[in-house]
């Protein structure tokens, strides 16, 4: 490099801000995804739906599983659906779950990109240890389904697609159940067909009469979305 | 890592995240003070505010204050024993608020009102940082904007609230390196307006969603979530305000409009609400948005983030230190505070009401 465009290269040097170099588009200095493929990249993902039960244990979902209503960090009840797989990049897949009632047609879902954790079988899973492994679909407080969200059938649909495109789905009924131990009248409580947000669940009974709850309004007009 | 070896480099680290991340805050500039709003006159609304209280740098003040509906009637002309029915609400803040949110009393778990009016919490310490605590409290009004907010619901829509309610008032400042308090002081006020009965013609309702099983990891550098949650009203409802919080790893956040059954998120024409600022997130509101929803239909939302390093004074080994999984992984995992923690929430104003909901 002649002088003057060591100069100028310097003078710019000199200019710009900090020496550091400018990030990775991604992770930055450290970290990324270093995890090896999982089994045949030519061939087509097989998968099974998993679900954590009601002792944290994973469980097989198939056609007609009940699955089980967890009582999560943030309150509430979800469903914890996840995946076992193989022939997928393990690294950011997306896993998709959703619940639907069968007679509204209406969903509540869950999506988020995770790194699959690799097992010794050539395949790779949502982590027991990790719920955030797991599509975490918010099934209570029931403000969404018509019936009782426990004992009763739903549609379960996961759908897990890799950076490379690949993707697969299952869709089977299950029913959820309010089988968690220690927590299970709160769960009946909360997702039963008629709960109303405010309506105070006691771990140790049914439904109070939410006009008990302090300065609950909910069965005045403004419940129903007339006019007061 | 041992649960004794997390709790030591936790009680180590906290203290260092906020040691070196604030350079002096610089005066106080002059001016008008932004967190200063007149009340509205006797018979016509209320005023809730705050107290002014210190933000030192190194500080996250998070304080929840306690009023109940019928005192405030009492004491500015209403009828203590009827409903009061708001539509227009103005928020007014000293700069340096993280967030500003208002809160109708439900189930009472850790924060109680007859515990005190005022609630204090500093650090991640109180319960007026515990969010299981206010979980079924449907929300009233929010703010994450320095100054001033200042909005009219549409003619005849309006928040009723019965004369027994609580309203809960938390607010939340940042004196640290990633937001600022620069005068050092907080302060809100919240003027509620009000209408007689027979003006109204619609009730507005709210809708508040949160992830927080949420992990934004080096190794997965790049994650988003997507929720969604719905109106459940049988009738067409209509969105008329809207803003979305996450902190400085959130990159992108859009809310679409939604029919409550289809598992694919909504189109782009159905996007609503878009925002890559996480420390002054738009808050849209009527007449300018004003998005109708099909019977049966909800709000779609996604949170993107990118991983990033963390502060100095944070480092890593802090990050781990609050991962209660212990990944290793220099995680930000959902939690209050700014430089350690992210979040996911939507609030989301519409009527006419069907009820209040929140997902999580």
């Known amino acids: 490099m002649d002088k003057p465009w060591l100069a100028l290269v310097l003078a710019l040097a000199a200019c710009s801000s900090p020496s550091q170099p400018p990030p990775e588009p991604d992770a930055g200095p450290i970290g990324g995804c270093k995890l090896a493929y999982l089994g045949d990249p030519s061939a087509e993902p097989s998968m099974e739906v998993i679900a954590l039960g009601p002792g944290g244990e994973l469980q097989p979902i198939s056609e007609g599983s009940s699955i089980s209503l967890i009582f999560p960090p943030q309150g509430g009840r979800v469903v914890f659906a996840g995946v076992r797989v193989t022939n997928v990049d393990p690294c950011a897949v997306r896993v998709a779950g959703a619940l639907r009632d069968l007679t509204t047609k209406q969903v509540r879902l869950d999506t988020r990109i995770i790194n699959l954790e690799p097992t010794d079988d050539g395949y790779g899973r949502s982590a027991p240890t990790d719920i955030s492994t797991f599509s975490n679909i918010a099934a209570c407080p029931n403000q969404w389904a018509e019936d009782d969200l426990f004992d009763k059938p739903y549609e379960l649909t996961v759908t897990l697609t890799d950076r490379d495109g690949k993707k697969i789905t299952k869709i089977m009924t299950v029913t959820p159940r309010c089988d968690e131990p220690g927590y299970e009248a709160e769960c009946l409580c909360m997702c039963a067909g008629d709960y109303v947000l405010g309506m105070q669940c006691d771990p140790d009974a049914g439904p109070l009469d939410p006009d008990l709850d302090a300065g609950a309004d909910v069965n005045s007009s403004d419940a129903s979305g007339g006019s007061p | ?198 003006k109204v013609k619609a009730q507005l309702g709210t809708l508040f969603a949160t992830k927080q099983s949420i992990r934004v990891c080096a190794s997965n550098p790049t994650p988003s979530f997507d929720g969604s949650c719905q109106f459940n009203s049988d009738k067409p409802v209509r969105i008329i305000g809207a803003n979305g919080h996450f902190h400085s790893r959130g990159k992108q956040f859009d809310m679409f409009a939604w029919d409550g059954v289809s598992i694919e998120q909504p189109p782009m024409d159905q996007r609503f609400y878009s925002s890559q600022a996480w420390d002054e997130p738009p808050m849209l509101t009527s007449p300018e948005l004003d998005r109708e929803v099909p019977a049966g239909g909800g709000v779609f939302y996604s949170c993107s983030y990118q991983w990033q390093m963390p502060e100095a004074s944070v480092g890593c080994d802090g990050l781990n230190a609050l991962d209660k999984q212990g990944a290793d992984d220099c995680c930000y995992t959902f939690g209050p505070i700014v430089e350690a923690n992210e979040h996911c929430n939507i609030f989301v104003y519409y009527y006419p009401k069907s009820d209040d909901i929140n997902c999580f």
């Open chain 2, 1 to 198: 890592m041992s649960a004794f070896r997390s709790l030591v480099l936790m009680a180590l680290a906290a203290p260092l995240f906020f040691a070196c991340s604030s350079e002096p805050n610089p005066p106080p500039t002059t001016g008008a003070d932004p967190a200063h709003i007149d009340p509205p006159p006797q018979g016509q609304g209320f005023q809730i505010e705050t107290e002014t209280f210190e933000v030192p740098a190194g500080v996250e003040k998070q304080d929840c204050y306690f009023f109940r509906v019928r005192d405030l009637a009492a004491a500015n002309g209403l009828d203590p024993e009827s409903p009061v029915y708001v539509n227009r609400v103005q928020i007014a803040q000293k700069e340096g608020s993280h967030h500003m949110n208002v809160f109708r009393v439900r189930t009472i778990t850790g924060l109680d009102p007859a515990n005190g009016a005022i609630q204090e919490g500093k650090d991640n310490v109180g319960e007026c940082f515990k969010s299981s605590n206010w979980a079924d409290w449907p929300l009233v009004a929010n703010s994450q904007i320095d100054g001033q907010l200042d909005w009219t619901f549409p003619e005849g829509v309006a928040n009723e609230f019965m004369p027994d309610e609580w309203l809960m008032l938390q607010t939340h400042y940042v004196n640290a390196s990633t937001q600022g308090t620069p005068s050092g002081e907080g302060k809100v006020n919240v003027n509620f307006w009000t209408i007689p009965k027979d």
